[in-house]
């Protein structure tokens, strides 16, 4: 089946610095990848859809200058946290859909990065 | 705009006993609805979308136009089903053309022995 594979799976940064997480699509291509923010407890925040080849698409109240997402092929996207701060403290997971439809066969979930900012 | 509640942040049962994991949508066109399983220290895994009408390790959910509900059941809960649930709706489209899903909060499912 689809495998979508996330790095690192965790990070520890200091404030200010830039962390980047990789998601991929190991055998398909992803015309479309989700970034999500997951808070203890709570949902899945859908922070920004990434379309291949074009400008993300961020949701209300996500800093686009600061959660920069690069989808720049079909297998790979990338959400950068720049100027990281403890606030920016929590889980990332990356989503793709192979864009058969209203996600044929669901969305499949990269194992998601958890990013402890000190 | 689309949106997906779980109104149950955590349902505890006995092992045997029969399990409904409650989820409403609001969306005014047609929506596709999944239920999704995060069990610990998994990712996120597809358990079943209404489209298909399937029943995946005994659970069932049937989509209720009419109560805009999409609850998830099972009739006797086993030790293993014990995990985080999310109900998902996908139905508003992005400028590219793909669906984007809204998630529930999710609710905690444990099932004591």
């Known amino acids: 089946g689809a495998v979508v594979s996330q790095h690192p799976s965790r990070v520890i940064c200091k404030s200010g610095t830039s962390v980047k997480i990789e998601c991929r699509s190991l055998?398909?291509?992803?015309?479309?990848m989700f970034w999500y923010r997951q808070f203890p407890k709570k949902s899945l925040m859908l922070m920004a859809t990434?379309?291949?080849?074009?400008?993300?698409?961020?949701e209300q109240g996500v800093e686009k200058d600061k959660f920069l997402i690069n989808h720049a092929s079909l297998t790979l996207s990338t959400l950068t946290v720049t100027s990281a701060h403890p606030e920016d403290s929590s889980f990332y997971i990356c989503?793709?859909?192979?864009?058969?439809?209203?996600?044929?066969?669901?969305?499949?979930f990269g194992s998601g990065t958890r990013l402890t900012v000190v | 705009a689309q949106r997906v509640t779980q109104p149950e942040k955590l349902l505890s049962v006995f092992k045997g006993a029969p399990v409904e994991l409650k989820c409403n949508y609001s969306y005014s066109g047609s929506p596709e609805l999944f239920w999704y399983v995060q069990y610990s220290r998994q990712r996120l895994q597809l358990l079943l979308r209404h489209i298909s009408r399937e029943s995946i390790k005994g659970f069932t959910a049937d989509l209720n136009k009419g109560e805009t509900s999409f609850h998830l059941k099972k009739p006797f809960a086993q030790e293993e089903d014990s995990a985080m649930y999310y109900c998902?709706?996908?139905?508003?489209?992005?400028?590219?053309?793909?669906?984007?899903?809204?998630f529930g909060r999710g609710t905690s499912l444990i099932v004591h022995p």
């Open positions: 055998d398909f291509q992803a015309t479309t």
């Open positions: 989503s793709a859909s192979g864009g058969a439809g209203r996600g044929v066969g669901g969305y499949t």
């Open positions: 990434s379309n291949e080849g074009s400008k993300a698409t961020y």
């Open positions: 998902a709706l996908s139905g508003l489209i992005t400028s590219g053309g793909s669906y984007i899903p809204t």
